[in-house]
């Protein structure tokens, strides 16, 4: 059996007020060819589907149009929620059309007799069988009240053991002559984030463990981490990564797919596919002249710039009229005034102060630093930006 992998399409993605629109079509398009190209016999989309909990027209309509032509030929489609997606949007609306249509949808935790296992028989004819684990949010999991009174290890131990216990119920039922699967939305401990991941789940609250999915698996289909990546494990485990750079921390990924051949009685096959359909993402540094001088090789980039001069009026526009596609413009910490510099604590990092940022900050200048707190922080300010799991 022959299928495709993939996670993370964040179809509705704004980049400093750009949409990605385009660029999310030409990219699904390419996906949708490699499909054919290789004529799989199926399709994991391993969550993230939509960038938020309230995706626009648009953005629906691009998704079910790709999801119907990867449908094509009779492929199965398996489609699962993320932390990204609203699981009631994907199991009410969803999954009851698409259902019909030959596309597994699902957006919550199911029992194994109630979709939680899905079975079908392959072109070739071989049993299959794929344990389907949307993304699981801590506060379902995990009791309140344990969340309020146990510490971070014990936190983390109940989410990975629970975690783990769900994918047992899921896998009890593998055979030795069937086609294992296992598609799950979630972090593992050393996996490498691409830079665009919801950093309030990304953390160790929200870790399971490889141990979870059982030898007789034959592989592993995982999303959340943006950056395409194998994990060690019982069986082989596999992060497809992002087919579009999400934000500027990932200009460096190489956004792609997996193609999986995976029989019963030995391990998969894994191919990486790039997929070349989305503008790349590139930050540049110089001074005025120094990033003219570049302009001609930033053509179909998107630009984050950091300019190597003394900050003045009107030196954004200036860097606009030399590169139109600078999303964000920033002076170079060395030609900040003392006084003006951030601090690293405040920014995370990035090019302006972000709410996680100054809670850190404040936490630190308070001299209560508590990973508790900020954990906590973190999911009430996803849940009221709207993007708390959907069990808010």
Known sequence: MRFLHTADWHVGKVLRGRSRFEEHARVLDELVGVAREEDVDAVVVAGDVFDGAVPTPPSQALVMRTLMALREDGREVVVLAGNHDDPRLLDDVYRPVLGRLGVHV?????????????AWTSRSGEPVRLAAMPFLSQRYVVRALEAL???PDQHNRDYADRFARLADALTAGFGSDTVNLVAAHGTLPGGRLGGGEREAQTIFSYYFESAAFPPSAHYAALGHLHRRQRMPGP????YSGSPIAVDFGEEQNTPGVLV???SPGRPAEVREVPLRGARVLRTVTGTLDELAAMRDDLADAWLRVVVAERPRAGLADDVREILPDALTVDVDEAFRPAAARRPASLTGGGESPTPRGLFRAYLEHRGHEDERVVALFDRLHDELDGHGGGDA
């Not at 919550?108 to 899905?118: A, S």
């Open 260 to 262: 999986v051949d995976a």
């Open 235 to 238: 069986c082989p485990i596999w």
């Open 106 to 118: 699902v957006g919550r935790f199911r029992r194994p007799d109630d979709g939680g296992v899905l």
């Open 149 to 151: 009174t146990g510490t």
